[in-house]
């Protein structure tokens, strides 16, 4: 996090109640090795937090630095496929008055916030929430922070009804209690603010929107779906978010969002060497290379579950193997809502 008494960064954003700068040398702290990869510490209870070998992984996939490298693959892809950083009325979100107030909860490694906040006036901050310190912990200028906390647990650090914009993407492997979220995220919202979420299904599908057909690659991602529901992962949260932001209420039944608004983009997997728009050839290339990251980095995910390594390497080899065998394509499914007045 950015220390608000460095001089080097005059003007820098007070941080929240009770966080402090995060030494390099602390760094090691917040991980912990597991089938060759590593795993967030603090995401389990703290009675748990050095007991991890003998309980369930607390999180889908791993958070070192190759799952980073799958992150800023999906960062991209998502650019590339959408031709802009955000989606739906963000822009619309960011007029006058001054010193509007974005969080990215699970900013990764922080290039959403790092990208969009090249392209928007400085006058707009920018908060990122990660439970793990990939995110720059200094910030490169005084409108953009990043802090590491669990939001799940603790809730969103930011007072009520202060902030502008709450985007929150890639989260249906990392979020399990998406009521609990979806209200801390009202509860923090300025009435009329913005809430977007952006998810991938879990799954890929033929051109004609069935099953791809192709054994291996529907079993692996059913199977990855079913042991993320027994984990208390829903893992078709992206299809279910514009009827839940519809739906949700406060504890007197009144509604928290409104203006609910969502969109499909589809995006080809494969190699489509044939097709005459080039972008079209680069998001294919892109998505397929980014599946492959995405099946290494369920490996432990898979393992951890006690089967054999054999059957594992075996299922995620074929997978790739089809992967440059098959026409399939992936959903991104973007949804908005605002905060009910």
Known sequence: MADPNDPHNPG??????????????EYPNYYFPRHGRYFPRYRFPPDLQNAHDAIPLPSVVPIDREDMNRRTMQHNLVHLCLGSHYFGPFQDHLGSPNGKLVVDIGSDDGRWIED??????HSIRFHGVEIFPSSPTEAANNHVRFEVYDFQREGIRNAEGSVDIIHARFQNIHIQNWDDFLKDVAKCLKPGGLFMSGEFDISLESPDGRSTGVRVIDHMYNQVQRLMVERGYNPNIGREMEEKLRTITDSAGHPLFTNVGSHV?????????????????????????YMRKLAQSLRPFLLSFGQAQVEVNGLLNEHNYQLERVRAQLRYRCTWAERRA
Do not use: C, K, N
């Open 265 to 289: 983009y589809t995006i080809p997997v494969g190699v489509d060497a044939d097709h005459p728009s080039q972008v079209v050839r680069e998001i294919s290339s892109l998505s397929m290379d």
């Open 116 to 121: 969009i906040s090249e392209e928007l006036p």
């Open 12 to 25: 820098l954003l007070p941080p929240s109640p009770e966080l402090v700068p995060i030494a390099r040398a």
